[in-house]
């Protein structure tokens, strides 16, 4: 039986910068949360320090282990740990965001319905009598200073106004750009370079275009529908929802376009062997089913 | 597990450690990892034990004697969180590291640098949870399960700074199984296939999946505390249109697979150590996989019977506990096979076979009371009393703890070379044995008496049984400083010990010299 050896390196010191990193990170984030409002606060430059030791250490890493595989050193069972890595690490973003699903779901078919009276539980409608009931919630039960209330909510325009109603385009996007991913793949699979190139440029564009539609859909619910963190629950989990997805596009954006560049400018990938940009055109379709899930559950229904 | 080994080739060691401090830094080596993680828990169980020292010592009369009420909370909300995600967790991945690959013949876990990562994060995470009892307003005092509104509305600052260890912790966790997964999956020598596998193996699987599919639910849940205390979101706050509740069943959808979490690596343990010392081979090999396995598989649909007194439908509380005692019939089977195992075997009792069955019955105790809690009636009489506390203790310390020392003894002489003092560690075992009955036991009256949980004081007619409770807890606590001596001494030197170390051992890992090399297996061994 032939056996090509596994390749452990003897030592590494990038972990430990991670670990680090990762310190500052959380000791700055917590700091800076914890002082906010407060100028004399020191904690965001750990913060900023945190993150700069973590992108470069990040940065370091990667190309280490790209140089090793350019180098021949990762057998074919190495690179199989690299692919069912990917695929564990894809599941526990999918658990992640189940449980804000999750709390989508509970409060939509219990704890809304329950304070407004309906079901099991309807008692709970005792401590705000006279809320009712309705998704998304507009009017919290305690509608006292505590929140700002918003004015107009994000959800299902209609058929007429379809076309004119931010989200439908973002899901036009994201879908096209799932497309256009899997073009760039089917490219490279063919040995086409160049058609690969504009594909995947295609796919880190229209990346860009859906951040950019989600961030005028944030300052329109912020500057013109009173739509914010502040609102409740329908705002609590619109915001957190839509923002955990928005920022996972930005992720999986930056890894297209790292894919895009390591092809332009190093020439990466061959039709065999690709696996740093099939990770991240996995992430992709990730991303995008999770997006479906939102348009389908936060928005229309 | 019957694989016999043809070959193996453990000639080219050629690789040893690296000197100095650097070598646990920047290590790549599974068994130098699974060291650190073993270390770092043992540091965490005395730490841990500490605060529970503190709490029995509390505890021992009844009125105020030592402590303020608000740091009583905090001891007993970081004893908690410190045995749960610092002793436990970490032990069984240390345990993972040094046995998995050498069990399945692999040359070391499929991503070693991530694993040196997954590592070094829980002393900051650590770090970071314990510094919060010297910040303004205290450590958190919520509670390990951080219910909100306590952990929200009513939270000390350092809340902040809580979330974010979780976090980190998380992270940690969630590479730790990835890498326990990948190494299983992908890293077997030939030969071994699943059902081949030795069933600590197994139960790491399984428990690396629960890993990865709960500890995002729980970043997603201190997530939504975040917000809620500093950015205005109302995901526990019924007055915004959300509900305390929520948080109670975030948190339960990852607690329960939790609780599996810190016992499946247990029951794989179990199973080698019964069966070598019973001279026999496993009973019932193939339904002790199937009975982790559905075990788990439970294990995301009962976690509302955490929550029976918070006011569920009627609906909810018949499916979750229904569903609850389900698990009685998997668990049942892996306690039948154990005793059969034992049945008509040459049994020797050397320490860790003590233990073991010490963990099978004690273990076994913890699972009827937590039938008898399944009981949703019953519940709503036991819920948050010191039965609840008897019977989680009764599973996590006799179950899992037992099942970590055992583990120790057991593989201790591949680690070292050395044997242990087993006259020692048999004294160790009686002192621990009986000091977790006196501790733990009449825990139960007093629950069943009516004594709630959580509080730093008591009524006069509980005081003699919490008196017993405390003096069997500073004896198991002091018997825990000997395990730490026997360790260190068999560290330093003792009998050296041969490759089989034990009469009745099974597995590759006793097929390679005792130590064990620094890298075993770098040419997989074949396994018929």
Redesign the interface.
Known sequence: ?S?Q??Y?????????Y???A??LL??G??GT??D?GKPESNSVYILYSGFAVFAVTLYF?FRAVIREHIAGLDSA??Q??FV??MG??I???V??F???F??LF??RN???PW?GGD???GL?NM??EGFEASWP?MS???A?S??VLADKNMSWPGWGNALKWLPMWNTIVLLSSSVTVHFAHLALKNDNKKSFNTWLGITVTLALIFVGLQAAEYYEAYAHYGL???S??????F??LTGFHGFHVMMGGFMLAVMLSRSVFYNHFDPHNHFGFEAASWYWHFVDVVWVMLFLFVYIL | MSAVIESHNHDDHH?GP?KGL??W?????HKDIGTLYLWFSFAMFLIGGAMAMVIRAELFQPGMQIVEPEFYNQMLTLHGLIMVFGAVMPAFVGLANWLVPMMVG???M?????N??SF??LP?AF??LLSSLFMEGGAPNFGWTFYAPLSTTYAP?SV??F???V??MG?SS?MG???V??TI???RA?GMTLMKMPLFVWSWLITAYLL??????L???V??M??DI??????FN??????P??FQ??FW?FGHPEVYIMILPAFGIASHIIETFSRKQLFGYASMVWAMASIAILSFVVWAHHMFTV?L???AELFFMWATMLIAVPTGVKVFNWVTTMFKGSITYETPMLFAIAFVVLFTIGGFSGLMLAITPADFQYHDTYFVVAHFHYVLVPGSIFSIMAAVYYWIPKWTGNMYDERLGKLHFWLSFIGVNVTFFPQHWIGLAGMPRRIPDYALQFADWNMISSVGAFLFGASQILFLFIVLKTVMGGKKATPEVWEGSRGLEWTVESPAPYHTF???PKVN
């Open positions: 039986m056996y050896k596994y452990v390196p003897e030592e590494s010191k990038f972990p430990i991670i670990a680090t990762l310190f959380v000791m984030a917590a949360i914890n906010l890493w069972q190495l199989k740990s069912f890595g564990w690490f599941f526990s973003e658990m992640f189940a449980a804000f999750g709390a509970y409060v219990f704890s809304v304070l079901g099991e539980k709970a401590l705000w919630v919290t039960p305690d006292g505590a929140y914010t963190l502040n409740g629950i329908y705002g609590s989990t915001f957190m | 690789h690296a650097t070598r830094l920047y290590t790549t080596n692999a040359p070391d499929a991503l070693p640098r991530m040196n990562l070094w994060i900051f770090f970071i600052p902040t700074f979330i974010f260890a976090h980190i992270a969630i199984s990835i890498n997964i990948v999956m992908n890293m030939p990865i599919a709960v500890m995002p639910v970043a997603g849940a997530t939504m975040l917000m500093h950015f205005g979101t109302s995901f019924a007055a915004g249109g959300g509900d509740v929520l069943h975030i959808f006011g439908p009627l609906a770098t040419t997989p």
